[in-house]
């Protein structure tokens, strides 16, 4: 099967700026989560969906970060302004319920680098 | 709030040595546990779970509710085991939606030939 796909793979952006980032999760995969890692440190959690609804956005900085699943299936992610502690790989994974284990599965990453 | 500790940045070991990485949660609750690794290039992967109580490639990792590890074996490390190592902890949350992972910092593991 296809794994976790995200775009774009990298993006440069001056400080202030807006930015998105695309996630497609597995199909059938009804549960999303976005995953901020920054430089040195493990990936920290900060929305997850199940289907169209925010089931966990408690670490999510909601002045700057938003986040979107509007058919259940793609989602968005989009800093506006983006600042310089944003800088840090963005991870989208997925997971299935009828998955006993519900094994989280790890998209390749969207690179920020802000300036 | 939930933390998981790695203590160790960097472990390094020649190749036949035993391995082990540690690592440390505090939840006062039963969470799940588990070890994700990601290989050069890779992108991250699940290694093994404490439910599972499996060996994953010749790793195994025990829960140990009273000292709060799990800390992940090996009893001979082999070359292509260098790769970045994360202890995640899950908590399922009220109504059982919410079980987003918490994670360390992780181990860059280097198995020198």
């Known amino acids: 099967e296809a794994g976790v796909a995200q775009s774009p793979r990298y993006k440069i952006i001056e400080k202030r700026q807006s930015v998105a980032f695309w996630c497609n999760p597995i199909?059938?995969?009804?549960?999303l989560y976005w995953y901020q890692q920054i430089l040195g440190q493990g990936p920290k959690l900060l929305i997850q969906f199940q289907n169209n609804g925010v089931v966990d956005d408690s670490q999510l900085p909601k002045d700057r970060f938003s986040a979107e699943r509007l058919k259940g299936v793609d989602s968005t992610l989009k800093i506006q302004p983006a600042e310089l502690e944003d800088s840090a790989v963005y991870l989208c994974a997925s997971s299935s319920r009828s998955d006993r284990q519900e094994t989280q599965y790890f998209g390749p990453g969207t690179r920020l680098l802000v300036l | 709030a939930q933390r998981v500790t790695q203590p160790e940045k960097l472990l390094s070991v020649f190749k036949g040595a035993p391995v082990e990485l540690k690592c440390n949660y505090s939840?006062?609750?039963?969470?799940?546990l588990f070890w994700y690794v990601q290989y050069s290039r890779q992108r991250l992967q699940l290694l093994l779970r404490?439910?599972s109580r499996e060996s994953i490639k010749g790793f195994t990792a025990d829960l140990n509710k009273g000292e709060t590890s799990f800390h992940l074996k090996k009893p001979f490390a082999q070359e292509e085991d260098s790769a970045m190592y994360y202890c995640a902890l899950k908590i399922v949350g009220p109504g059982g939606g919410a079980d987003g992972l918490t994670f360390g910092k992780g181990t860059h593991l280097i198995i020198q030939p």
């Open positions: 199909s059938g995969h009804a549960t």
């Open positions: 404490h439910i």
């Open positions: 939840y006062s609750g039963s969470p799940e």
